[in-house]
């Protein structure tokens, strides 16, 4: 019967307090979902400690001091996955951003623009991550010679493109990109 005692209360207090602590939430955190998760928090304490919430009056200014804690511990946490989040974008901007732009990379770069994305996704499977035809077959769910033909394409498509970018560089560049492939 204890536990049933102890449920009728809970919801009573939840009916009287949501709305304030709701409130409350809302008017404190920078978006409603962030809100949703303090007053879930709170109730899911209030529900875990009903023993100790206090009746009436008491037992909203407890709830009140309870959505206090779990805000501060929301904030603290958000923080440290915002640091995290900039460390990491540092990291990896510092790990695989190109480096400056100097004349022929400028030619290279506007010839990849003139790409469509496939043709794009194709240079860099090969050229990037140093994918073989089977590789890039295997992570575009195609065939070895539709890979292998696709990627002779994207490279002739290339090779015309740096041309017009940069008819000097063409040369130079486009050569290791349409070689033949072997195996």
């Not at 304490?45 to 919430?53: F, G, K, N």
């Not at 901007?93 to 190109?98: G, Q």
């Not at 050229?127 to 890039?136: H, R, T, Y």
Request: aromatic fraction near 6%; proline fraction near 4%; charged fraction near 35%.
């Amino acid at each position: 019967m204890h536990e049933q005692d102890d449920r009728s209360r809970f919801e009573s207090v939840y009916r009287r307090t949501y709305e304030q602590i709701l409130g409350y939430a809302v008017r404190r955190c920078s978006s409603p979902e962030d809100a949703a998760d303090v007053v879930a928090e709170t109730y899911v304490i209030a529900w875990r400690r009903i023993d100790e919430l206090p009746e009436g009056e008491a037992g909203k200014l407890w709830l009140y001091g309870v959505a206090r804690r779990v805000l501060a511990n929301h904030r603290r946490s958000e923080r440290r996955r915002l640091t995290r989040h900039a460390e990491l974008t540092t990291e990896i901007e510092h790990l695989y951003t190109a480096p400056p732009q100097h004349g022929e990379q400028a030619g290279v770069d506007e010839a990849m623009d003139m790409l469509s994305d496939g043709d794009r996704e194709l240079l860099a499977l090969a050229l990037w991550e140093g994918l073989d035809p089977g590789e890039i077959a295997t992570v575009l769910d195609c065939s070895r010679n539709a890979a292998r033909i696709r990627l002779h394409r994207a490279r002739k498509r290339f090779a015309k493109a740096l041309e017009k970018t940069r008819p000097s560089v063409a040369g130079y560049v486009a050569r290791p990109l349409v070689k033949k492939e072997s195996g």
